[in-house]
């Protein structure tokens, strides 16, 4: 039986309502699997492949070059079977009809994160899906929830799904006591308490994995599985010059040779990214967060803690980029854990293969 | 995602946080709250445009109202300030600027340099910049460049909400004095701005655009003009780079040779009159400090050297617009290409 299917502009976080595409990696008439990048798609904020979430031939090419397009409009049409000419009309006429009265009410109600004072400080975090274990995640140094953008829609798919905002971060409080691991798993647990959540899968980018590796050890029985994406805490070396370069940027110039070490793939360090993390950098308190985590994650190149010892109690997946230039990914070796090390990416691992992370983390979370 | 404010708001916001956190701020100016000696209407203006609406209810004995004195009122800010206390005065429209420039320009810009560093003068001297309200010659003019011209005085002009609310901070907690220049055609801007206190540092320009062919340079609300020709000539292949200076004094000159030095290319636009202006500076300055650079020749686009028209159709002509500046950008790309 064969089936049409449509590939439509995604949504990359809270704020994307439009894409502008930027150049079709596949032409019409190309087989195409699950997971392959179909076309680069730019926003205000990010550039990025648009990856395939069926397999099929790519039969009709509806978006243009140059085109920006709202979220949820049209892109291709991808046929897996057999399909003619005017089957495949019809369905870009049907979709065509009814996309823009559909595009208009989604916006007005599309979720939105929430923020609460939460164990005492102002804490924001953003729910998608309902159902199952809920997974938190939990983002690195520097980062806020919308380091989650290309996951956690996807990861929503089978699961109430927490992105968090740690304190000194996003639009959580700002100002930390110690700031140290106790303080950020503290709150993601007053987090937990505050929605009832009895037990969890946690999933922690870089430092985030060591916030989620420290709340195990903190409350095992809260913890239903572990997932550590280029995570802090299993393994000594560090990059201490991208610490006292992110921490130090004022500007532009500054940030920019910082962030670069973040990604395998230059181009996702784009204008909008610099500009908004200087805004992050700018607010008040923000300063003085940095400089304390960042005291208490390294001395120099060296990792402060050692949280291998946590893994053996639960669960634990360990995920990693190659080309990793923040924390080795040598490091996902010789981890009691299940491992895998992704080739030709850099630390942002989950912005950069984000449909390779998301079927991973899906696949081991059903697991347990 | 942030929430959205009006430029206005994001200045309301900017003075209602900065005053809150620290009690030596104060505000004076001409009808700040309800206007000098209109009692029971104390909080009947908060500004001409309503800028400083709301305030005077919040911190009772702060939003004063002054006669219409400029020499008067900006002289006892100066003085305030330089006895501990952060005077934001407000200079209702910058056109006034004749009746209270001695206190500026002799006063508060001479005071750190004439007493060896000993003295500091931290003043916001608040103020409307800006044609296109239909409010003739004495109420409309772009005076930015009389003030950058003062060695000792920092001057700021915001293009958007966000930058409004962290350059009036760093404004209120800066030392020097501060002409902050409001444009009245962008008061009822929205853009996202965030709840929280930042600054945005003095003397470091805005990339708006990043591009390889051409840099135009800018200020104020020419900013939105410049990026809605950009946006038009990037569908004619030509791809501009556009910096939003933010400041004036301090001037970010490093930014703008960085990207000249990349392009190759430079418009200046700037809405105020050209002779001595920013558009005039910026431009010696490429042409002394870049010059190995530049593949063309230097275009601005200003205002002309007239005082800004009453007639609604004069006073368009006389503000520079897209397409004049789209003109200056083929007009360098067209020499640049026959000189190669």
Not at chain 1, 20 to 44: F, M, P, S, Y
Not at chain 2, 278 to 302: N, R, Y
Request: charged fraction near 20%; include cysteine; aromatic fraction near 6%.
């Amino acid at each position: 039986m064969s089936q049409i299917h449509t590939l439509t502009m995604p949504k990359w976080g809270l704020s994307m309502t439009e894409g502008r595409v930027d150049a079709w990696l596949k032409q019409e008439g190309e087989q195409i699997n699950k997971g392959d990048e179909v076309l680069d798609v730019e926003t205000d904020k990010i550039s990025s492949s648009v990856e395939a979430p069926f397999s099929g031939v790519l039969r009709r090419q509806v978006a243009q070059p140059d085109e920006t397009l709202a979220v949820g409009a049209l892109l291709a049409v991808l046929v897996d079977g057999e399909a003619d000419e005017a089957e495949i009309d019809a369905v870009v006429e049907r979709f065509q009809a009814e996309f823009v009265a559909s595009a208009a009410s989604e916006q007005a109600q599309g979720p939105a994160p929430q923020k609460a004072e939460v164990g005492g400080r102002l804490l924001r975090w953003f729910e998608l899906g309902e159902g199952g274990t809920p997974l938190v995640l939990v983002h690195g140094f520097g980062g806020d929830l919308n380091n989650w953008l290309f996951n956690h829609p996807a990861l929503a798919a089978e699961r109430r799904v927490i992105a968090l905002d740690l304190p000194g971060h996003g639009e959580s409080a700002k100002t930390l006591e110690h700031g140290d691991l106790d303080e950020l798993s503290g709150a993601v647990l007053a987090l937990l308490d505050h929605l009832d959540i009895t037990r969890a899968h946690l999933a922690g980018h870089s430092m985030g994995g060591a916030v989620c590796l420290n709340l195990a050890r903190l409350a095992p029985q809260r913890v239903a599985s572990l997932s550590l994406i280029a995570s802090v805490g299993l393994g000594r070396e560090i990059n201490g010059d991208y610490l006292r370069g992110f921490v130090e940027a004022a500007n532009r110039n500054g940030l920019k040779p910082a962030m670069s070490q973040l990604f395998a793939d230059q181009g996702m360090v784009t204008r909008q990214m610099l500009e908004d993390m200087l805004k992050f950098k700018r607010l008040e308190g923000v300063d003085a967060a940095l400089r304390l985590l960042a005291a208490a994650i390294a001395d120099g190149d060296q990792q402060r803690h050692d949280l291998r010892g946590v893994i053996a109690q639960q669960p634990t997946l360990v995920l990693w980029g190659s080309e990793d230039a923040i924390i080795p990914a040598s490091h996902a070796q010789g981890v009691e854990a299940e491992a895998v090390v992704l080739p030709g990416v850099g630390h942002m691992v989950q912005m950069e293969a984000a449909e390779q992370i998301n079927q991973l983390l899906q696949d081991f979370v059903r697991k347990h | 995602m942030a929430r959205k404010i009006s430029y206005q708001q994001a200045i309301n916001e900017a003075l209602a946080q900065e005053m809150r956190r620290d009690s030596t701020v104060f505000i004076i100016g001409e009808d700040v709250a309800g206007g000098a000696g209109a009692p029971g209407e104390q909080d009947a203006w908060g500004g001409v445009l309503g800028v400083t609406k709301g305030l005077y209810h919040q911190f009772p004995g702060r939003v004063l109202d002054a006669p219409l004195s400029e020499i008067g009122y900006v002289g006892a800010a100066v003085g305030a300030a330089t006895q501990g206390l952060r005077p934001v005065c407000e200079l209702m429209f910058v056109d006034f600027a004749g009746c209270c420039l001695d206190q500026i320009l002799n006063q508060a810009a001479k005071f750190r340099y004439m007493f060896g560093g000993k003295a500091v003068t931290p003043l916001v001297m608040r103020t409307m910049v800006g044609a296109g309200l239909r409010a003739a010659a004495q109420h409309s003019q772009m005076l930015t460049s009389l003030w950058t011209h003062i060695p000792g005085l920092k001057v700021v002009c915001p293009s958007s909400p966000y930058d409004a609310k962290g350059l009036l901070i760093q404004a209120i907690r800066d030392n020097d004095p501060v002409i902050f220049c409001e444009h009245k055609l962008l008061y009822s801007m929205q853009g996202e701005v965030p709840e929280e206190l930042y600054t945005v540092p003095f003397g470091e320009a805005n990339y708006l655009r990043d591009g390889d062919d051409i840099t135009l340079v800018t200020y104020g609300r020419m900013v939105h003009l410049a990026m809605e020709a950009a946006n038009n000539l990037a569908r004619q292949g030509i791809d501009c780079e556009v910096l939003d200076l933010r400041t004036t004094s301090p001037l970010d000159e490093d930014s703008i040779l960085e990207s000249v030095e990349k392009t190759g290319r430079l418009v200046v636009i700037d809405e105020a009159n050209p002779r001595c202006s920013l558009a005039t500076d910026i431009s010696a300055l490429v042409a002394q400090k870049a010059f190995a650079a530049l593949k063309g020749p230097i275009e601005m686009v200003t205002a002309p050297h007239t005082p800004v028209p009453f007639s609604d159709a004069l006073e368009d002509l006389y503000i520079p617009d897209a397409a004049k500046i789209e003109a200056a950008v083929r007009k360098v790309m067209d020499a640049s290409r026959s000189a190669a």
